[in-house]
């Protein structure tokens, strides 16, 4: 599932959209802006992995709004004015849309998006060599070992990677990232973390303990984890 928002001044143009992504089963509609200044706001609080954004807006147009801002999103315009197009496309926008739009041409651009968020552009599992991921960390690929990684920390639009190395910084949901990891080998403990089960040292009620950092774990993934230690054989367990 991709979350997105949707930045357009007019009212009739954001319900069109708005009944456009209730129809695409992997897009989720988390915001509405009027404006750039909103849309701003509303990066802070939720994670988007995809913007709709109008050119023409007041305050500030959208391509003002992705030059001032470090927007790693991906972006689909959505506008009346095709003399834009280049600045666009410069600007390595998703796609370009021109209204009106049809909604076979706006499910093209969200597959487009899709294969960009979940695919070479984020983070690839290489199914040949399963024991490891490719990330893209500063403007590079990186290639990371799963038995390497000792907990993922989410940070709304970004994960932390930490491994026995280092610390890695990616554009991505914790989603995102659980999806593409061995299920038998990382468990989410918490809405904000996912764990190596091969790494965890120490479980008390609240907290896990993996070379030396402390994590929360929520209640409800306390049995689940006493469960998958048990299976792995691993650990003592404190009251």
């Not at 992504?21 to 404006?35: C, S």
């Not at 600045?87 to 487009?112: H, N």
């Not at 403007?139 to 070992?145: A, P, Q, R, S």
């Amino acid at each position: 599932m991709l979350n997105c928002i949707i930045v357009e001044d007019e009212p009739l143009a954001r319900r069109q959209l708005e009944a456009y992504i209730e129809q695409i089963p992997f897009l989720q509609l988390v915001g509405t802006a009027r404006n750039p200044v909103i849309a701003s706001a509303i990066l802070q609080t939720e994670v988007v992995d995809l913007i709709f954004l109008d050119i023409k807006m007041p305050q500030m147009s959208g391509i003002e709004f992705l030059q001032q801002k470090d927007i790693f999103q991906q972006i689909i315009f959505i506008t009346a004015y095709p003399e834009y197009a280049l600045q666009g496309f410069e600007l390595e926008v998703t796609d370009y849309l021109l209204k009106p739009v049809t909604f076979e041409r706006f499910s093209k651009a969200c597959e487009k998006a899709k294969i960009k968020i979940s695919g070479s552009s984020t983070v690839k599992n290489n199914r040949e060599q399963p024991d490891y991921l490719y990330v893209k960390c500063d403007n590079c690929l990186e290639k990371i070992t799963l038995a390497d990684i000792l907990f993922i920390e989410s940070m709304l639009n970004y994960v932390h990677i930490v491994t026995t190395k280092r610390k890695y910084t990616v554009y991505s949901s914790l989603k995102g990232i659980h999806e593409r990891l061995p299920q038998n080998s990382f468990l989410k403990i918490h809405k904000s973390y996912i764990a190596s089960l091969d790494h965890i040292s120490t479980v008390t009620q609240s907290r896990v303990r993996i070379a030396g950092h402390e994590l929360p774990i929520s209640r409800r993934k306390q049995q689940d984890l006493k469960q998958y230690l048990t299976n792995k054989q691993q650990g003592d367990f404190k009251d």
